[in-house]
Structure formats: C-alpha cells, structure tokens
C-alpha cells in the first residue's frame, strides 16, 4: 500500500483559490467514500478540515471543500487567507481495514 | 469535547522498545464511539498510521508494512483511562513525532489529536 500522492506544493494569492490533488487506487480512493484532509501548521498537530470526501467538521471555514472523481480526491481552498498557509494531507480508507496518508502538500499564500 | 496527551521518553536507544503512552480526558478509552490511534511523522516527512485499539480491546495495525506490523503493540487500560504503544527493535527509522489520536468509527477520519511528542533514537 504505496502513500496517496499529493503535489508538493501550491500557491495562491490572498482572495484566490487554490485546489490540491489527492490521487491512489480503487483500492482506496477511487473504492470508498472516506477520504478526508488535514491541515498543520508547522510545530502542530494535524487539524481535521473534511470528512467523508465532501464534509466540513463544526467549526471549519465552508471556504473549505473536498470532491472525488475516480482515484483523485481534491481539496479547495476558497478565498485564501494568510492563515491558510500550512501543509495539507489527505488520508483514506485502504482495503482491507487500512489507512493511508498522501504526501502533504505545501500551501503557500504569496 | 475528547483531549488526548501523550507521554513518554523523548530518547530510545536503538534495539530497545518504545514505549508511549496517551491519557484521555473528557471521554473513555471503553466508548464504543471511537477507535484509539497512533500516527508518526519523521522529521520534515508525511504522516504514517500505527494502529487502533477499539472500545472491545481488539487492535489493527497496517498490513502493508510486515517490519512495522510485527514490533508494534498497543494496549490500553481502562482504569487508568489510557492507551499506550509499544514499538520493539526500533532504529533511527522510528525517530518521529508521535501523536495519538481519536478516529470516528463511523466516518474514519482522524478527529481529536494530540500535541504529538517526539521520540530520537539514538546511542
């Protein structure tokens, strides 16, 4: 079971919008509707930002959102704001009775 | 509203066991509700899952890698209200951020984590 892959980094002025990609198999992503991702900012613990592929957790910017088509989730950031900056992950649901992180991407606000 | 904080020794010498331990406030590690997870994260790297334990005391670990699978161990105490790792042989391979964390049985996502504490292995 290979890491889901991520970019390494993406970028986006404040206001704009940026989108990661989050790309595995049928054995994960593509088979299951339990993709979620998470932010860090750098000394921090992981924060949950979307569950189940699409949903926002009590608390978390609906600027957020997630999709899936096929094997590739992806997470949007919507009117990007400074405090956006941080890696993000994705993690799945991997047969059988595994799971699996990406391998972060870097989000810049230039 | 769950809290978990991990302890534990910061240092390990190589070929010896790890050993953490997560103690877990404003819920129990008996709640059918969560699964009690470690994840890792080397130095300047991704995130790794470890492992559950559930509220019936069954654990599972990754099939995916047999050299972390076979040295890992994660039990939990009830009375005391925590759950613990224990990872064997380590190397400077498992030199890492350790944190611990809740994951929703129903929706399997990592929830609640803790402020992660780091481990060096090291002579």
């Known amino acids: 079971q290979s890491a889901l892959t991520q970019p390494p980094s993406a970028s986006g002025s404040p206001g704009q919008s940026v989108t990661i990609s989050c790309t595995g198999t049928s054995s994960d992503v593509g088979g299951y509707e339990y993709v979620s991702w998470y932010q860090q900012h750098p000394g921090k613990a992981p924060k949950l930002m979307i569950y189940?592929?699409?949903k926002r957790p009590s608390g978390v910017p609906d600027r957020f959102s997630g999709s899936k088509s096929g094997n590739t989730a992806s997470l949007t950031v919507s009117g990007l704001q400074a405090e956006d900056e941080a890696d993000y992950y994705c993690s799945s649901y991997a047969a059988i009775n595994n799971y699996v992180f990406g391998t972060g991407t870097k989000v810049t606000v230039l | 509203q769950v809290q978990l904080q991990e302890s534990g020794p910061g240092l390990v010498k190589p070929s010896e066991t790890l050993s953490l331990t997560c103690i877990v406030s404003?819920?129990?590690?008996?709640?059918?509700?969560?699964?009690w997870t470690w994840i890792r994260q080397p130095p300047g790297k991704g995130l790794e899952w470890i492992g559950y334990?559930?509220?019936?005391?069954?654990?599972?670990?990754?099939s995916y890698t047999a050299s972390l699978k076979s040295r890992v161990t994660i039990v939990r105490d009830t009375s005391k209200n925590h759950f613990s790792l224990k990872l064997s042989s380590v190397t400077a391979a498992d030199t890492a951020v350790y944190y611990c964390a809740t994951m929703g049985q129903e929706r399997l996502s990592f929830d609640i984590w803790g402020q992660g504490t780091m481990v060096t292995v090291s002579s």
């Open positions: 404003g819920g129990s590690v008996s709640s059918a509700s969560y699964y």
């Open positions: 189940e592929v699409s």
């Open positions: 334990i559930y509220y019936t005391g069954g654990t599972n670990y990754p």
